[in-house]
Structure formats: C-alpha cells, structure tokens
C-alpha cells in the first residue's frame, strides 16, 4: 500500500512524499525513511521501500526540494542545497511524528550518496529520534570537495562529478565539518560500500568509522557507487536482520583455523530447547540470502542458524577464496557448524534440521546421508543438475551453474564434482525429506528433482507452478507454514 502526498515545509513549499505502509496495521509500526543521492529522486529506493513494508514495516521516501531528475517537490538546482534538504528531511521527521500508527521509539534513517551524508547530519542533532543510519555510500567528501571547488557566479550551474551545482550549493556545503558533526551521533551506525566506488573513496568511510563510537561496515565486491541486483538485496536483508526483534547472536565457528562466520536466531526466551534448522545458501551467494527464512522461522519458536561457506559467494564474510571452494569444503563447513550447534544448550539436539538453496540443498543432502543425526531435510531448488553441468562444459546450457562466478570456479570445483555420484549418495538419507521446487526454475530444471524424489526412501516434493529458482516472499511464507507444522507434528 502506497499513499502519495505534498509535505509542506513552514514557508508552504511542497516535498513530494511517498508511505509505504502494510495493508492491515493492528500495531505500531517501526519506521524507516529513505534520503536518495544528487541528481536522482525518489525511485532509487522503490524497491527498499517496496521489500521492507512487505515485511511489516512502515517506509518513506521523497523527493528533497530541487534534489534531482524528474524532481516532483518545489524548488531547482540554482536554490537547492545540503543545507535545504537537511531542512526537507527534518520535515518529513516532523509529518512522521505526526502519524498514530508510527512508533516513534523506532525511527531509522537510510541514505546513499548525498542523502547518507544529510541523514548523519540529522541524526547527529536529533539523537533522541533517529534510533539508527543505514549509510549507503555517504557523500563524506562534499565540504572536502566543495572548498577545493570555485564558487559559480549567481545564477550559473557549475559542473561537478554527480552533474551540476549551484554558487549557492558550494557555499552552504563549505559551513558543514561533516566529521565534527556526526561524531556527536552515539547510537548505531551501518555502513554498506562498494570496493569499487570511484565517486566515494572508502578512505572518507574509514574516516567516520575513526570518529564515531558505533559503527559496523559493511563491504560489497564488486560493487561500485550504485548498488545493483543481489547487492542490493543484500543491503535490504540486513536491514531487514538488524530491525528484528528476535535474539541475534554470531558464534565462534572455524575450519582449519578459517573462519565460518555463523549467526543463531533464537527466539526471545533463551532459556527452553529448540528445535534447530541449519540453512545453507546457494553458489556465489551468502547468508543475507535467507535471511527472511531466518526471521519467518524464528517466529514460529524454532531455532535457526545461517552461515556463510568458506569462498561460497560474494561478500561473503567467512574466510577462504572463492578459487579454493568444492563441494567437499562447503560440506565441511556444514558438517563443522552442525557439531559446533549441539552444544549450545537452547538447541534440541534430537530436533536438528538442514535446510538449503540451491547448492546450499545440495550440500544438505550430501552432509545428511553420512549423519544419523539430521532429523529432516528441507530442501529449496537443490542444485542436483551441478553434476551434468560441469560435464557439458563445451555445450553450456543458458543458466549452466559454471556461469555464476566464472572467474573463480575452474579444475577444482569441477573435478569435486565429477567424483560424486549425487544420487548414490544421497538415497542413503532414510529419513523425511521435503523438497519445495518453481515449476518456471530454469537454473534447475524439474526433472532433476522427479530423479531425487524416486531415489529417496522418503520423500515429498511441493511444487510452485508461478516459482522460478528464487521463491517469492509469498512462497517463503507457505514453505515456513509448512515446515513449522512437519517440526511440531514430530
């Protein structure tokens, strides 16, 4: 649900607002709103607005006065500053304050480029307010920029690197000590980067990281000033971690002396035992993946942890090189993480499950069928069509899984995979599996998945006729109905 309307600031200038809110609100909602870059509106983040109220959350987002392209608030480039939208971002705090069904204890701030930059400045004069910044690239260098940058006469646009900015524009950004100011912020700040941003230099974010007491940063290969595809939903489900309201907790888990970074999810009462589902991520991906599982499932009083693969994907946060990664060392992951869990004390260890997607599915099947105590396996797409593809290296079908990081997966990947006879080796599991599969999934074709389901002794397949590789929020919620119902029957 999208409500569109003017926010008038106190001289009756117009900021175009967009609330995008859940359908039915029985509840306070927690409240994010969104600051987007120079030269650009709104619709940088539609989507963050659009995943995030999906998920129960209230989120603004707006157009700052004269701020960019397709610009639907007052106001132009030749009178438009950091100092304006700094003013245009306090009112949109105020209209917000003014809604009933916000919860104004859970105020959040999200902004890229120039709107990370106004948003520290806000929230270091309205800590009481703001709870947390989500920083996506922050324009830290603005003043350094601007008092390197010859003022432009009244009335003339002056070029910069993000387009073009007025006498007015330099000026103002020449009274902020941005560092000075956003030291003054005490609470959390998060801050996600591109290792390839050439409008933003890392060092400017290593810098605010120095004078702030509460940071976490957070780094993305390959991505440069713009986060694009799972980058993006790799920011949006961290998000979506931090805001919950479930236990969170990293544990210390390592391979041969290589981190595996591991997170618990336990619901709010610590103190019981908990059935554990073990979730896995798919090939070039990492945990933030299925994180929303993660979160569907701790609700239902299950325990859950997720994990990042030693070289499984991009950003991942364990150690290894992606180069040196086989399905043999991500089912030592695996395996090592399941001996990790069971002496946690909160954990059922007669109720422990493996769960992935894709590849993840994959290695789950593989661990289980040399373990006696996997209770169940919950099995999203698994990738059993990795043995064909690396054998029809010289014909590669479209969504061959060898084009995912062709960079990174040469002999050794390949060769793993040729000495495992999958479907021998799983008919081995003798207890329930339930595989869950997008009749439109062409990076796994269905029929790999009729072959497991004849070779497991016990087995239930759900099939999604409007599914792809990637399910739906829709379809996650189903799935977790499922599960939730198949562990408490037990």
Request: net charge negative.
């Amino acid at each position: 649900m999208v409500e569109v309307i003017d926010c008038e600031n106190n001289s009756g200038e117009t900021i175009k607002t967009y609330i995008y809110k859940p359908t039915d609100i029985d509840h306070k909602l927690k409240l994010l709103i969104f600051s987007h870059g120079f030269c650009v509106n709104h619709t940088y983040f539609e989507e963050y607005a659009k995943y995030l109220s999906k998920h129960g959350y209230c989120c603004i987002t707006f157009d700052f006065r004269g701020g960019g392209e397709d610009n639907l608030s007052s106001r132009n480039l030749y009178n438009t500053s950091v100092l304006t939208e700094i003013e245009d971002l306090n009112t949109i705090i105020d209209y917000a304050l003014s809604l009933d069904y916000i919860d104004q204890d859970n105020i959040y701030l999200v902004g890229h480029s120039q709107g990370g930059f106004v948003s520290s400045i806000v929230a270091a004069n309205r800590s009481n307010t703001i709870k947390s910044l989500f920083l996506l690239a922050p324009a830290f260098l603005i003043p350094e920029e601007m008092n390197q940058k010859e003022a432009p006469p009244e009335g003339v646009l002056a070029d910069n690197i993000a387009g073009v900015v007025s006498r007015k524009y330099v000026l103002d950004a020449r009274t902020i000590d941005v560092y000075e100011e956003i030291s003054k912020y005490k609470k959390n700040i998060y801050l996600f980067h591109g290792l390839k941003d050439r409008a933003v230099d890392i060092t400017y974010i290593y810098k605010a990281i120095d004078v702030c007491s509460n940071t976490k940063l957070y780094t993305l290969e390959n991505q440069t000033h713009n986060f694009k595809d799972d980058a993006q939903l790799y920011v949006m489900n961290i998000i979506l971690e931090l805001l919950g309201d479930n236990i969170v907790k990293e544990l210390d888990c390592s391979y041969n002396n290589e981190k595996i970074y591991t997170k618990l999810y336990l619901p709010k009462d610590s103190s019981k035992k908990y059935p554990l589902v073990i979730l896995s991520h798919g090939l070039s991906l990492n945990h933030t993946t299925l994180i929303e599982y993660g979160q569907l499932l701790v609700e239902k009083q299950i325990a859950v942890v997720l994990y990042d693969f030693r070289g499984g994907g991009y950003n991942s946060l364990s150690d290894g090189k992606i180069s040196d990664m086989s399905l043999l060392t991500e089912m030592d992951d695996l395996n090592t993480v399941i001996n990790m869990v069971k002496s946690i004390d909160c954990i059922d260890n007669n109720r422990i499950y493996l769960s992935g997607h894709s590849q993840g599915g994959l290695i789950s099947s593989l661990v289980a069928s040399n373990r006696d105590d996997i209770k169940s396996l919950f099995l999203f797409a698994p990738a059993y069509v990795i043995a064909d593809d690396v054998v029809n290296i010289n014909h590669m079908r479209k969504k061959n899984v060898l084009r995912l990081m062709p960079e990174y997966l040469g002999d050794t990947y390949t060769e793993v995979v040729k000495s495992i006879d999958i479907y021998n080796e799983i008919k081995e599991f003798t207890n329930p599996v339930y595989i869950y599969h997008g009749l439109k999934d062409r990076r796994v074709p269905i029929d790999y998945i009729y072959r497991a389901i004849e070779v497991y002794p016990d087995s239930k397949l759900t099939v999604f006729d409007d599914q792809e590789h990637r399910f739906s929020y829709d379809a996650k919620k189903i799935i977790v109905d499922k599960i939730n119902s198949i562990i408490k029957a037990k």
